[in-house]
């Protein structure tokens, strides 16, 4: 496959497959977070990621983040695999957030972007502040920390496991349905667009420019999500027709054992000490 | 809950925005019957057996089952509609609607879970169920990724572990290859002891006389024909008129010729 939209497209669908299935292996492997009770990760992490939005020390978000780096070597978990589709994206996206933070905040100049030409060419761009680039820092390890957490919470918690242990925090069952349907419809919308790019591309020569590429991929779009949500609702009949109700039911029933007792305690209080010593 | 038939359809009516996909259909299903529902695409066939599953529910006319109707109100009650799950089955067309669970195990667990079965029944009937239709070695694999062949066994598998009363079966070896659709067949035939109601939806004639003991004919949303599989099947007209068959154009021996359909045994002279 060579490059172009509609085969890196393809190749990305292929991909975003290929990381459902190592998911769900990784959550079903042997490891500490997926020993544990799945409303004890959902409680403790959950507690976690909290504890790393409320927190304004630097110092103490950057721990939790340790933290969660920690549990996830405990849990098996690759970190490159961390790094690629949680730590860089996170970045990149934050970086871009946070930028204009660097120079608007107000306060102590720290860092002049060039500042030989900046002053007499560009003298609109302000110098980047101290406050600013705590405030920024900040933003970037408070989002990391949260979204690390989570992922982790994801990554070692099989997806019905994971419904089913929001149910018995009281979760609605509407919302519960809405996420079981959600799951099955990206698997379903990412087969689907894989197949249908794969498709497009063996009836291809060459390269389109980009003004055909955007078009092309405007036109697939729309037709991807009137054929996606006939499937959804087909997926949904499948479901109904063997009995399904909205309601989670698993064949392992959950128990809580004395680890669960002590690692939900460990996380607890671990958040406890990152709100305190976060202030 | 029972009466003599299976199913009662009356006057049936379904449409699509509009479009009538059954009008005024009638049929009677009687407990261990074969039914095949023959029709082309387009005929009714699929929305049929969603109307017979009280997946859709008619937009006139009345469908019972065991002599209770199967209406919204009535899937409403938990009691009923569980019950009304662990007798009837219905295996889609397309598997990959029907597999959406991330293990082949999950996949099969997944029906009795939904009926409250208790853990050991399930885990027993799982095992069963996939040493029947010899993927225990599957058991842990996606099932979008297995082959056609595999996904349709699975989805049978899905539905049978529930040993309902009733299968309903949406073109079962539609897109098989060859060695894949007799697997299908004895696969059906094994688990049919003789008291399970089958109905089959499909347009391959070919495999009709191993599937069914009656042939219902659907044309435009309406039945056409009701008869024993091989009165259905020598009826060239009838089969041309509900696009069943068509003109076939081959060579043999250097000679092309056309007859009905590939699907009628003939032998060439000289």
Not at chain 1, 82 to 92: D, K, N, S
Not at chain 1, 129 to 134: F, I, K, L, S, Y
Not at chain 2, 44 to 73: V, Y
Request: aromatic content about 6%; glycine content about 6%.
């Amino acid at each position: 496959m060579s490059g172009g939209v509609i085969a890196r497209t393809a190749r990305g669908f292929t991909a975003a497959l290929g990381h459902a299935l190592i998911s769900e292996r990784a959550a079903r492997q042997p490891g500490l977070l997926q020993a544990l009770d799945p409303r004890v990760k959902l409680v403790g992490l959950l507690a976690l990621v909290i504890a790393a939005a409320l927190s304004r020390r630097i110092a103490v978000v950057v721990a939790l983040l340790a933290l969660g780096v920690l549990l996830a070597l405990a849990s098996r978990l690759s970190l490159w695999s961390l790094a690629q589709r949680v730590w860089l994206v996170v970045f990149g996206f934050t970086v871009m957030i946070a930028a204009p933070a660097l120079f608007l905040t107000p306060g102590e100049p720290w860092l002049q972007i060039a500042p030989r030409i900046a002053p007499r060419l560009a003298p609109w761009i302000p110098p980047i502040t101290v406050q600013g680039a705590r405030a920024a820092t900040l933003l970037l390890v408070r989002v990391e920390a949260a979204v690390t957490l989570s992922t982790l919470l994801v990554l070692t918690t099989p997806w019905m496991h994971l419904l089913k242990a929001l149910r018995a925090l009281k979760f609605p069952v509407e919302a519960i349905m809405m996420l079981a349907m959600t799951h099955r419809y990206v698997v379903l919308l990412t087969e689907t667009a894989s197949a249908m790019f794969e498709s497009r591309q063996s009836r291809m020569v060459g390269r389109l420019d980009p003004r055909q590429e955007r078009r092309l991929m405007v036109n697939s779009g729309g037709v991807l999500l009137s054929k996606t949500f006939e499937m959804g609702n087909q997926v949904f009949l499948a479901m109904q027709a063997r009995g399904f109700r909205g309601e989670v039911r698993l064949l392992d029933e959950f128990h809580m054992r004395g680890r669960d007792y002590l690692a939900l305690c460990a996380l607890l209080a671990a958040a406890a000490i990152a709100v305190v010593a976060g202030r | 809950m029972h009466n003599t038939f299976e199913f009662e359809a009356d006057s049936l009516r379904y449409e699509y925005e509009g479009v009538p996909a059954l009008d005024g259909l009638s049929l009677r299903v009687q407990p261990g019957e074969r039914i095949a529902l023959l029709g082309a695409n387009g005929s009714g066939k699929s929305t049929l057996l969603r109307l017979m599953d009280a997946l859709h529910f008619p937009s006139a006319g009345s469908l019972r089952f065991r002599g209770a109707p199967l209406t919204e109100t009535a899937m409403e009650d938990e009691r009923f509609a569980i019950d009304f799950r662990r007798r009837v089955g219905l295996v889609f067309q397309n598997p990959d609607i029907q597999l959406f669970n991330p293990t082949v195990f999950d996949e099969v667990a997944f029906g009795p879970l939904q009926l409250g079965w208790p853990r050991e029944q399930i885990l027993d009937r799982v095992h069963a169920t996939l040493a029947w239709i010899g993927a225990e070695h599957l058991k842990e694999r996606a099932p979008y990724r297995l082959s056609g062949g595999e996904k349709k066994r699975v989805a049978i598998a899905s539905v049978v572990v529930l040993d309902p009363d009733v299968l309903l079966l949406d073109e079962p070896t539609a897109a098989l290859d060859p060695r894949s659709q007799s697997q299908v067949i004895e696969l059906l035939e094994s688990w049919n002891d003789g008291h399970k109601t089958i109905v089959t939806a499909t347009h391959q004639l070919e495999i009709l006389g191993e599937i069914s003991g009656r042939a219902v004919v659907l044309d435009h949303g309406r039945v056409v024909a009701d008869a024993p599989p091989d009165e259905i099947l020598t009826n060239a007209a009838l089969l041309e008129s509900a696009n069943l068959v068509h003109m076939h154009r081959h060579l043999h021996d250097g000679i092309t010729h056309t007859h009905k359909s590939p699907f009628f045994r003939h032998e060439h002279k000289g």
